[in-house]
């Protein structure tokens, strides 16, 4: 019923930017918490950015000041913006939806989730 799709990953050095998008089909996700996760090779799955209905934005330390959570509700497309990379950011990113109007910090508050975009920080 519902799909999301992520792009914009790639290949940068450190210290580039870079911005993911997450197209959302199915269904409208403007009253809906969305949220960016990352997956690093050997690591489990974290957190890294919401944004809720209101909207209201939380993000992880490790991103604070350096990635923007926004939306665009007549397109239904969440984005990252990434600035400032380090090799550390390297991983697949994932775009997420809840069901509800969350915080969005949390893995389990999401129902939908898309496929993954890689993001490659080289040194």
């Known amino acids: 019923q519902v799909q999301l799709v992520e792009s914009g990953g790639g290949l940068v050095q450190a210290g580039g930017s870079l911005r993911l998008s997450c197209a959302a089909s199915?269904?409208?996700?403007?009253?809906?918490?969305m949220g960016w996760f990352r997956q690093a090779p050997g690591k489990e799955r974290e957190f890294v950015a919401s944004i809720s209905w209101i909207p209201s934005t939380f993000y992880a330390d490790s991103v604070l000041g350096r990635f923007t959570i926004s939306r665009d509700d007549a397109k239904n497309t969440v984005y990252l913006e990434m600035n400032r990379l380090r090799p550390e950011d390297t991983a697949v990113y994932y775009c997420a939806a809840s069901l509800a109007a969350t915080m969005g910090t949390r893995e389990y508050e999401y129902y939908y989730w898309g496929q993954g975009t890689q993001v490659t920080v080289s040194s």
């Open positions: 199915g269904r409208t996700f403007s009253s809906y918490t």
